[in-house]
Structures are given as structure tokens and as C-alpha cells.
């Protein structure tokens, strides 16, 4: 890959993904705070923001019959939390709630959407930043997935 190709790789620090997000989005902005046990989103609720996690630890969460809640993820800062906003129906497809004290930024997805829509070419270097965070995240749940199947009594 060539030199200047580089710079379009994702940068992978949280300050760059918010100095971008909040530069690219100023005006689509909100500043939240929640407290331990608030929830944040609700499965099959409308899908219209987005947040990046500043501090604070948040349980993403799922219901499994039988057995209420299950936590199937938990997201700490320089986390993005809702990417349901991006692909329809656009409702939430999990649960989330705040383990402990959390700051975060929330991001109105109609505001953002229009944003990419005006301006392709740096939407497309925010998607690619947003890809590796979904990426990173899959690579995780994939380690965790073999971690348990390697216990198992089929081994």
C-alpha cells in the first residue's frame, strides 16, 4: 500500500475518533451523563442516536427467556454504543445499561445522517473508524467464543 494511502487506515485512538466525530458533527451533539443502572437503550426501541462511551462502563445486554438479562458485552471509554441507528428497521437490537457512573457523548442519527449524506468523502473516513470498532468488537466476542468451547467436555 502506498504512503499515502495510509492516512486513510482508521487511526485507532479514542481522542482522534472523538475530535473527528465532534469536528464532522458539532451541531448533532449532546453531552450525557447517566447513573449506575440507567438504562440507555432498549431492545426494539427506535434507533436514533448513537453514543461514544467518555468514562464510565456500560452492559449491553440481552433477554434470553428463562433466564431475564444476560450482559453480552461490556463497553468502556473510546467505545461507540448503538449501531442499530445505521441498518433498518433502525431499532435497538440489545439492551444497555450503565455498570457505574458514565459521561458519554450522544449523537441524534438523523443529524449525523444527514451530515454523510452532505459530505461523502469524510463520512466515509468516520464509517471506516466506526467498521473497526465493529470489527474489534467481533474479534472479541469470536476470543470469548473459543475461550468457552475450549473448557467444554468435548475436548
Known amino acids: 500500500m502506498s504512503s499515502e494511502n495510509q492516512d486513510l487506515l482508521p ?3 479514542f481522542a482522534d475518533l472523538e475530535e473527528q466525530l465532534t469536528n464532522f458533527c458539532s451541531d448533532c451533539i449532546q453531552d450525557v451523563f447517566f447513573e449506575p443502572n440507567d438504562l440507555i437503550m432498549r431492545e426494539g426501541a427506535p434507533a436514533d442516536r448513537f453514543y461514544l462511551i467518555k468514562q464510565g462502563l456500560v452492559a449491553v445486554e440481552t433477554h434470553v427467556p428463562g433466564r431475564g438479562p444476560v450482559r453480552v458485552e461490556t463497553l468502556g471509554p473510546g467505545d461507540l454504543l448503538g449501531f442499530s441507528w445505521l441498518f433498518p428497521p433502525r431499532h435497538w437490537s440489545t439492551d444497555a445499561r450503565a455498570v457505574e457512573p458514565t459521561d458519554a457523548r450522544a449523537f ?3 443529524c449525523v445522517t444527514e451530515r454523510f449524506l452532505a459530505d461523502p468523502a469524510a463520512a466515509c473516513a468516520l464509517t471506516l473508524r466506526m467498521l473497526k470498532q465493529m ?3 467481533l474479534e472479541r466476542a469470536r476470543m470469548q467464543r ?3 468451547f475450549s473448557s467444554g467436555p468435548w475436548r
Open 135 to 137: 470489527y474489534d468488537r
Open 146 to 148: 473459543l475461550d468457552v
Open 108 to 110: 441524534d442519527a438523523k
Open 11 to 13: 487511526d485507532e485512538s
